[in-house]
């Protein structure tokens, strides 16, 4: 498509624009998320399990058709969806005052992350590639991402000292922030398509999709990062009650978080020399690797300071990699109309180990101690970690070669 002076300017608005909603994203209260659900009459802590896994399942039954939908409606449009549904979700934490409510609250919010998720990344790849700035996808949006992470650094340090007056309060300011990031969402510029583009994605159906990214050679490393990525944030949803548990003073947890968030603006600053170190095969070994190292330290190590820097750095890395990842999977799909369902795919896995990984460890910590759990979870992850990579290389090593990736 040929975009007038006026044209390019609006599209290339979006990458602010996109930040300001990167930032509006954020979840200033999940360093006492939780920590919140325990306050609620009844619920105990197998009970916070149920909940994210309530809301894993929500997102999973709605992350590959939210991509789809995107595709099919428009990436802006999916986006708008989102941001109400975060509204919505931050309205029923503000009126939590039983186990009902919280569920609903945490199906909203998954909701609307699968509404972002592989949406967000395919509406800024189509942003940048309208403005012919594509190849820097991980310079750029590693830029945004680290703004994202570092200006909510501020609301999350606060969020300890505004549970002091009341546990409601981070919620509260959690909308405020999710109206400014609707705000933002109506306002971006949607890249408009050829007639035959809108013609494919008209007639291609969910089935040929899955075919297709087959035939790129996408979905073994969609089944890896999703591993990956869902046993980390399942241990790091339970780091606040292990933290407690080992000491930590709760008024310090949005301190530690948001060191954490400093790490991952810097990580992510960096995004596109980060992504010239590594071939795609070698940037699956090394994330394997320090999320190995993570795992076995929390699993050995009884000292309150190192485990407190273990979990910051493993935050700084789980989301400061977020842009690296993202442009190799996007180099992988390639000229494919549908980046938003294909990345959809690998969140849905995401979700649905996710919720098997909420109750598994919610379960696991009625039986036994965190260390032993999270042993447990290190000894799962290396076989599987090590069968998913094995998989890899069978499926893809000749095919992706072919492509120079």
């Given at each position: 498509?040929?975009?007038?002076?006026a044209?390019q300017?609006?599209i290339?608005?979006?990458i602010w624009?996109?930040?300001?909603?990167l930032?509006?994203?954020?979840r200033v209260?999940?360093?006492?998320?939780?920590l919140y659900?325990?306050?609620?009459p009844n619920v105990?802590?197998?009970?916070?399990?149920w909940?994210?896994?309530?809301?894993?399942?929500a997102?999973?039954?709605?992350e590959i058709?939210s991509g789809y939908?995107?595709?099919k409606?428009g990436?802006?449009?999916?986006m708008v969806?989102?941001?109400?549904?975060?509204i919505?979700?931050?309205l029923?934490?503000?009126?939590?005052n039983?186990?009902t409510l919280l569920?609903?609250?945490?199906?909203?919010m998954?909701i609307s992350s699968?509404c972002?998720?592989?949406?967000g990344n395919a509406f800024?790849h189509d942003?940048?590639?309208?403005i012919?700035?594509?190849d820097q996808?991980s310079?750029?949006m590693?830029?945004?991402s680290?703004i994202?992470?570092?200006?909510p650094?501020?609301?999350?340090v606060?969020?300890?000292?505004?549970?002091s007056?009341?546990?409601?309060?981070?919620f509260?300011?959690a909308?405020?922030?999710d109206i400014?990031?609707?705000?933002?969402?109506?306002s971006?510029?949607?890249?408009?398509?050829?007639?035959e583009h809108k013609?494919?994605?008209k007639e291609?159906s969910?089935?040929q999709v899955?075919k297709q990214?087959?035939?790129?050679?996408y979905m073994?490393?969609?089944?890896l990062g999703?591993?990956?990525?869902?046993?980390v944030?399942t241990?790091?949803?339970?780091?606040?009650?292990?933290?407690?548990?080992i000491?930590?003073?709760?008024?310090?947890?949005?301190?530690?978080?948001?060191l954490?968030?400093?790490?991952v603006s810097?990580i992510?600053?960096?995004?596109?020399?980060?992504?010239?170190?590594?071939?795609?095969?070698?940037?699956q070994?090394f994330?394997?690797l320090?999320?190995?190292?993570?795992?076995l330290?929390i699993?050995?190590?009884?000292?309150v300071?190192i485990?407190l820097?273990a979990f910051?750095?493993?935050?700084?890395?789980q989301?400061?990699?977020?842009?690296v990842?993202?442009?190799f999977?996007?180099?992988?799909i390639?000229?494919?109309k549908?980046?938003?369902?294909?990345?959809s795919i690998?969140?849905?896995?995401?979700q649905?180990i996710?919720?098997v990984?909420m109750v598994a460890?919610?379960?696991?910590?009625s039986?036994y101690s965190?260390?032993?759990?999270?042993l447990i979870?290190?000894i799962?992850?290396?076989v599987?970690c090590?069968s998913?990579?094995?998989?890899?290389?069978?499926?893809t090593?000749g095919?992706?070669?072919?492509r120079?990736l």
């Amino acid at each position: 498509m040929n975009y007038s002076l006026a044209e390019q300017k609006q599209i290339e608005a979006n990458i602010w624009k996109y930040t300001i909603n990167l930032v509006t994203n954020k979840r200033v209260f999940a360093a006492i998320l939780s920590l919140y659900y325990l306050t609620i009459p009844n619920v105990e802590i197998q009970n916070v399990g149920w909940v994210m896994f309530c809301g894993s399942v929500a997102a999973f039954l709605f992350e590959i058709p939210s991509g789809y939908l995107s595709d099919k409606i428009g990436h802006k449009n999916t986006m708008v969806l989102g941001k109400v549904a975060l509204i919505i979700s931050s309205l029923l934490f503000i009126f939590a005052n039983n186990f009902t409510l919280l569920i609903l609250g945490a199906v909203m919010m998954n909701i609307s992350s699968a509404c972002f998720s592989g949406t967000g990344n395919a509406f800024m790849h189509d942003t940048l590639k309208a403005i012919g700035k594509d190849d820097q996808y991980s310079k750029i949006m590693g830029k945004a991402s680290s703004i994202g992470f570092a200006i909510p650094i501020t609301f999350m340090v606060l969020t300890p000292f505004l549970v002091s007056h009341s546990y409601k309060l981070p919620f509260v300011l959690a909308l405020v922030l999710d109206i400014i990031g609707l705000i933002a969402v109506l306002s971006f510029k949607q890249v408009e398509h050829s007639e035959e583009h809108k013609k494919e994605i008209k007639e291609t159906s969910l089935k040929q999709v899955f075919k297709q990214g087959i035939e790129l050679g996408y979905m073994p490393f969609a089944m890896l990062g999703a591993f990956i990525g869902a046993i980390v944030f399942t241990i790091q949803v339970y780091r606040a009650p292990y933290q407690e548990f080992i000491g930590a003073d709760v008024i310090w947890f949005g301190v530690y978080f948001g060191l954490g968030r400093a790490m991952v603006s810097l990580i992510a600053a960096y995004s596109g020399r980060l992504k010239e170190c590594f071939d795609i095969y070698s940037y699956q070994r090394f994330k394997i690797l320090i999320y190995l190292v993570f795992l076995l330290t929390i699993s050995f190590v009884d000292n309150v300071a190192i485990i407190l820097i273990a979990f910051i750095i493993c935050n700084g890395f789980q989301w400061g990699l977020g842009s690296v990842s993202s442009h190799f999977m996007l180099e992988i799909i390639g000229d494919s109309k549908f980046k938003a369902t294909l990345m959809s795919i690998k969140g849905q896995i995401n979700q649905a180990i996710v919720a098997v990984g909420m109750v598994a460890m919610g379960q696991l910590l009625s039986l036994y101690s965190y260390q032993t759990t999270f042993l447990i979870f290190t000894i799962i992850f290396a076989v599987i970690c090590g069968s998913l990579y094995l998989n890899i290389i069978i499926k893809t090593k000749g095919k992706l070669s072919k492509r120079e990736l």
